[in-house]
């Protein structure tokens, strides 16, 4: 007698360990218009993204605002802005490299006007979370933008990277966004299921990237047609 069954239980297992080959996919969500595009890697080594870091980027060397982060254990949102993803937490003295989030730490950071007065047009950006053992290497972060002119935030995207099950790292870059005319940028801390220490996680670095706003060609055309009318104005009145 002909075994039907074993077709079904053959696509079955297959099904099964496709999907346990599948690689987790970060959960970005795009809030406000805004738009981009995603990559997200994963490891279980500590240091796998150590080499990705920037020290070029426009949050390179900046002070954050801070609420609400665990500093103890040498923790300090300072460090994620240094340039340097650091050393295994095994090897520092059980010290951490990197900030320590509780859920709604904020971390923001002022760019200010840029060259041209208009703030900054953000092309990409990228978060790297990482620790030798458990969760903290999983991220999930909400990133705000304030344009130039305004006191207030917008929502940018929220980031909810989980995939490790143990120890490693995640890095989650956002790349050909359409943010312009900017002079702040926010990240406030989200829960990260299934660690330890209340949701916490500890990320290691975040590098922003882009320039300063250019203005648009008819709004330099007519400052420049401005400046002419009022040297006019000026040799006018003098020569009265």
């Known amino acids: 007698m002909k075994n039907h069954s074993s077709p079904r239980i053959a696509f079955s297992a297959l099904a099964s360990l496709f999907l346990a080959a599948a690689p987790a996919r970060a959960a970005v969500t795009f809030l406000n218009g805004f738009t981009g595009s995603v990559s997200e890697v994963n490891s279980t080594s500590e240091l796998a993204y150590a080499a990705n870091v920037s020290s070029t980027d426009l949050l ?3 002070v954050p605002a801070i609420t609400g982060w665990n500093l103890t254990n040498g923790a300090h949102p300072n460090e994620l ?3 340097v993803h650091g050393a295994t ?3 520092a003295g059980n010290l951490v ?3 320590w989030t ?3 730490a904020t971390a923001t950071y002022d760019l200010g006007g840029g060259a041209n007065g208009l703030g900054y047009d953000i092309t990409s950006l990228q978060s790297i979370a990482a620790w030798v053992d458990v969760r903290f290497g999983n991220q999930a972060w909400t990133v705000a933008v304030r344009p130039v002119g305004s006191i207030s935030f917008t929502d940018l995207a929220t980031i909810n990277y989980q995939p490790l099950t143990a120890g490693g790292a995640t890095q989650v ?3 050909g966004l359409n943010v312009t005319g900017v002079n702040a940028i926010r990240f406030t801390a989200l829960q990260v299921n299934g660690g330890t220490n209340a949701g916490a ?3 290691r670095e975040i590098d922003v990237f882009g320039a300063s ?3 648009e060609p008819g709004a330099a055309l007519l400052g420049a047609l401005g400046t002419l009318l009022l040297v006019k104005r000026r040799r006018v009145s003098n020569a009265r």
Do not use: E, H, Q, Y
């Open 81 to 83: 802005t240094d340039g």
């Open 213 to 215: 706003t250019v203005p």
């Open 97 to 99: 490299d990197g900030g």
């Open 102 to 104: 509780t859920v709604g």
């Open 89 to 91: 937490f095994a090897a």
């Open 201 to 203: 996680f500890v990320p």
């Open 173 to 175: 870059s956002l790349t």
């Open 60 to 62: 390179n060397g900046k």
